[in-house]
């Protein structure tokens, strides 16, 4: 809090700074301009140039700052624009009076009440658009500065998270090789002294195993073809020490090519499934392996071991583990005590980015999208702010009689209205949010009409 105050007094103290410089180049101008040599001529200029910088300048600012350090412009943006709008309207509009009544009323000596008639009306109305005008720029270049911080601070973070996750996903990676070697020359070794001949042909099969783990170990994501082929001849290496206690369904093919999984997890869960189960003729272990909802299952039957030791942790951890690093879309474990059943979602990967079935927009691209959107409010308010006063200008003093600034005025007027409500993503007719309500509702339909179907 006290940081915040500290930073608060700083930018005030610049803004003031540059208040004093404005009111001396402002008030030499006009000096030049009105021929005001004399000393209270000089005086005067100077004191009304002061009033406009001070009293609109300063204070417009220090709203600004202070509505900065109450509401935040990119996590907060509905609040800091209405506290931006409504603050800065209602202090404009006073600030403007009372410099005219000082100016007008007790310098240049008008009758007070005239102050809101006539020429005096018309003055009051264009200082008071300029200076909603330049107040508008000033608001929407704070909220550039601090929606460039923000993104600035966020995109930092990101690159920390990302080199962060990465190195627990190498880690996690690196895992696998001693694991899946220890595994397999466990079975090799009970082979040897069983059936030399089978382990012969095993040790061939598991240099080929062996060659795809150091393929696929450097990847983040396999097409599930690559890794089905590889679970049948893994599972081929179970079968020719098991023989016909070991029983698996496995499909040649996938729904849809692109669908990706993450490398070896399907041979760490047939690994974990012989592991944690008696696998014998009278008991077989069934497994099978398919899609369902998105997600590529591997289900076996539950037949488990009275003792098979201390488990190390590595295989179903594993798997969860870099899922949860890659996608939002978790593994799913289920066990009823007669089959365990392990769900591992399908995914996409583009442009080096992971993706479910369910694609959406991401905060981050709503946010960009939502940015856009409030410069064009910004750049289209502050040339309203700032047209309009010279079109009145212009009317009045060059056809006073015809009075036709009131169309712009109204026109331009009603699509600001309008450009407003969308960027706060509201429709007079049908109420808040209505684009996402109706997406939802279409999509609704339409997986209706693929269920019925």
Request: with cysteine.
């Amino acid at each position: 809090m006290k940081s915040l105050n500290s930073n608060l007094f700083t930018k005030i103290k610049n803004d003031f700074i540059v208040c004093t410089k404005l009111t001396v180049i402002i008030g030499i101008v006009f000096i030049i301009i009105n021929q005001q040599f004399n000393l209270k001529g000089m005086g005067l200029t100077f004191l009304i140039s002061g009033m406009y910088s001070f009293i609109l300048g300063l204070g417009n600012g220090i709203i600004n700052e202070y509505l900065n350090t109450k509401w935040d412009w990119v996590t907060e943006t509905n609040q800091r624009v209405w506290g931006g709008i409504i603050a800065t309207f209602l202090y404009t509009v006073i600030a403007v009076l009372i410099i005219h009544y000082i100016q007008y009323i007790l310098l240049f000596g008008y009758k007070i009440e005239n102050f809101f008639q006539g020429y005096l009306v018309w003055v009051h109305l264009f200082a008071i658009i300029f200076s909603l005008g330049v107040a508008a720029f000033f608001h929407a270049k704070g909220f550039m500065v601090n929606w460039k911080s923000a993104m600035t601070q966020e995109t930092t973070k990101q690159e920390i998270v990302a080199k962060t996750e990465t190195a627990k996903f190498e880690s996690l990676k690196n895992q696998l090789d001693p694991h899946f070697l220890f595994n397999s020359l466990n079975v090799l070794t009970s082979l040897i002294g069983e059936n030399p001949a089978q382990a012969e042909k095993f040790t061939t099969k598991l240099s080929k195993v062996y060659r795809y783990v150091l393929e696929q170990r450097n990847k983040d994501l396999v097409p599930i073809v690559e890794e089905l082929n590889f679970a049948k001849t893994y599972m081929q290496l179970l079968e020719m020490r098991f023989e016909d206690a070991v029983k698996f369904n496995i499909p040649d093919v996938a729904s849809d090519q692109e669908l990706k999984i993450v490398p070896l997890s399907l041979q760490l869960l047939l690994e974990n499934a012989v592991k944690h189960n008696v696998v014998s003729t009278s008991k077989p272990l069934t497994i099978s392996i398919y899609e369902e909802d998105n997600y590529l299952i591997i289900e076996n039957n539950v037949n488990p071991k009275e003792a098979i030791g201390k488990s190390t942790k590595v295989g179903l951890q594993n798997i969860v583990d870099r899922y949860g690093l890659i996608t939002q879309k978790g593994v799913k474990i289920e066990n009823n005590n007669k089959t365990f059943k392990v769900s591992l979602p399908l995914l996409y990967k583009m442009n080096n980015i992971m993706y479910t079935d369910d694609l959406e927009n991401s905060k981050y691209v709503k946010a960009v999208e939502r940015v856009e959107k409030l410069k064009e409010f910004y750049q289209n308010l502050a040339a309203y702010c700032i047209v309009i006063p010279f079109l009145i200008f212009i009317n009045l003093r060059f056809s006073p009689g015809f009075h036709w600034f009131w169309f712009p005025i109204f026109g331009w007027g009603m699509g600001l209205t309008f450009h407003f409500l969308e960027v706060n993503n509201y429709n007079i007719f049908l109420g808040t949010n209505w684009e996402e309500r109706k997406i939802k509702e279409l999509m609704e339909e339409e997986n209706q009409h693929k269920n019925r179907r």
